[in-house]
């Protein structure tokens, strides 16, 4: 098939229509500069996101709670969530360090009733005193940044410095809801904290087979940590109501949305407590 | 970065990769702001979308089929319907100007003061544009799609892409053209 040339016209054409539309990219970029340090800011948010859509350890009841309520959360209050997950979901895995001093079964129980409290405080959290959430920050920081150190050390008692985290992270959660921007850069600076010691720790399935430590299969989590609607709400490319819940800046009950979110074995002794017996690695 | 390497950075974003997370935005981040800010009024709610739009992207990467839509038609897609929910909810904007000179550190008054202008004639001719336009200009110039990707996304030819896009830059040209010089005339009067 012989196709036909382009005629000069047409040529001068296609230059000109180019380079207007040249001339009409340069004035938007000119017209609407991207904000360099709000790219950045939100680069660190969405990476310390993504560590809960995508965690690398199994689902933990803390962490599937926090990632129900993500989606309807404010932005700074995500960022609180994030961090209070984070501690506990760093909290939890030491479960799985090969450490002599840890007794996982029970350690566990421990976490899902943090998570249930965890529920509750989230759901009562009031208007936040920036101040002491910066120095309750610090505190919290200089706690991760001991552990991360002592992860490191033999005989540690990784559980009772776990167990400080944890209570840093209530505490944290119960005293604001609100991120002042000065507090922003040391909320991200925990959330690196937390990504590094979450790095370092043993992922749970390659030293936990054991049922009572892990509650469900932290490969193939069950229909619990996927429930459906709820937590990818509409479709791929329509993202349901349930993404847009009225108010953000004002969780209404939808974001609190009662017994669901509050893990069953959480409320119960797990088989092995019961017995008084702790399976470890 | 080329198609192929997207792709390969996408599967293993799907698998979890918090690098290829980052790169992913490290390509894409600006683009969706910039496509953002041109259809909201407040920084924040900039801000917030952006963030919003990237979580329910790597929530929905597990969905993403690479033999679709190719992922930057794919994210833009997201990206356009949760501009779209916010607009639906959100009325208060506030001014996005502030922002965007402290964005602009380096310019002086009175080139902040021409951007400023240039930028409201920017916007109220492609919000003069018809929707079809109005697309694919902030496609094409504020995410930085291809004519392929615009064609597949807005499920179009190429042909008819190219047209509505030639047709829309020609009613931007005389618009922000009248624009700006009515715009001038009346500071100078």
């Known amino acids: 098939m012989i196709r036909s040339l382009p005629t000069p016209r047409f040529l001068l054409q296609q230059l000109i229509h180019r380079r207007i539309e040249g001339e009409f990219a340069q004035r938007i970029e000119r017209a609407f500069p991207t904000d360099a340090p709000t790219i950045a800011r939100v680069r660190a948010q969405i990476l310390a996101q993504a560590q809960l859509v ?29 961090v209070v997950a984070g501690g506990l979901a760093a909290t939890a895995a030491l479960t799985s360090h090969p450490a002599p001093s840890i007794q996982p079964a029970a350690f566990v129980l421990d976490m899902d009733r943090s998570a249930a409290s965890l529920q509750d405080v989230l759901a009562t959290a009031g208007a936040g005193d920036s101040a002491v959430l910066g120095t309750s920050l610090t505190t919290y920081q200089a706690n991760l940044r001991k552990l991360r150190a002592d992860l490191g050390l033999p005989g540690v008692d990784l559980v009772a410095a776990a167990s400080g985290i944890r209570a840093q992270s209530l505490a944290l959660a119960s005293i604001s809801n609100q991120v002042s921007a000065a507090n922003l850069n040391l909320f991200q600076s925990v959330t690196a904290d937390l990504n ?22 932290s490969d193939h989590p069950g229909p619990s940590d996927h429930p459906g609607q709820s937590a990818h709400p509409g479709t791929t490319d329509h993202p349901g109501p349930s993404d847009h819940a009225g108010n953000s800046d004002h969780p209404g009950p939808s974001d609190h949305p009662g017994n669901s979110n509050h893990p069953k074995p959480s409320h119960k002794p797990l088989p092995s407590q019961a017995n008084g017996k702790a399976k470890g690695p | 970065m080329h198609e192929t390497d997207i792709d390969r950075t996408v599967a293993r974003a799907k698998l979890g990769d918090p690098t290829a997370i980052g790169e992913l935005y490290d390509v894409f981040g600006q683009r969706v702001y910039r496509f953002v800010i041109v259809r909201v009024r407040s920084a924040a709610d900039a801000e917030d979308l952006l963030q919003r739009i990237f979580l329910k992207v790597i929530e929905s990467l597990p969905r993403y089929e ?22 639906r909810t959100r009325r208060d904007h506030a001014s996005l100007d502030a922002s965007l000179e402290r964005a602009d550190g380096r310019r002086g008054p009175e080139e902040l003061a021409e951007v400023a202008l240039e930028r409201a004639a920017l916007r109220s001719a492609i919000e003069r544009l018809t929707q079809e336009q109005r697309d694919v200009v902030t496609y094409r110039f504020f995410a930085g799609l291809s004519t392929r990707e615009i064609a597949l996304l807005m499920d179009r030819q190429e042909g008819a892409i190219r047209a509505l896009q030639f047709r829309a830059i020609q009613t931007l040209r005389e618009t922000i053209g009248n624009d700006v010089e009515f715009a001038a005339s009346e500071s100078r009067a």
């Not at chain 1, 990632?67 to 969530?81: D, E, G, I, Y």
């Not at chain 1, 590094?196 to 299969?217: C, E, K, R, Y």
């Not at chain 2, 839509?69 to 994210?75: D, E, K, S, T, V």
């Open chain 1, 54 to 82: 995508h965690p690398t350890s199994a689902p933990l009841p803390a962490q599937r709670l926090v990632r129900r309520n993500l989606p309807r959360a404010t932005t700074s209050f995500a960022v609180l969530a994030i």
């Open chain 1, 196 to 217: 590094a010691i979450i790095a370092v720790l043993p992922a749970p399935t390659d030293n936990h087979p054991g049922p009572s430590a892990h509650p469900g299969s």
């Open chain 2, 66 to 87: 690479q033999r679709g839509l190719p992922f930057a038609a794919w994210l833009f897609r997201i990206a356009r319907n949760t501009v779209i929910d916010h607009d």
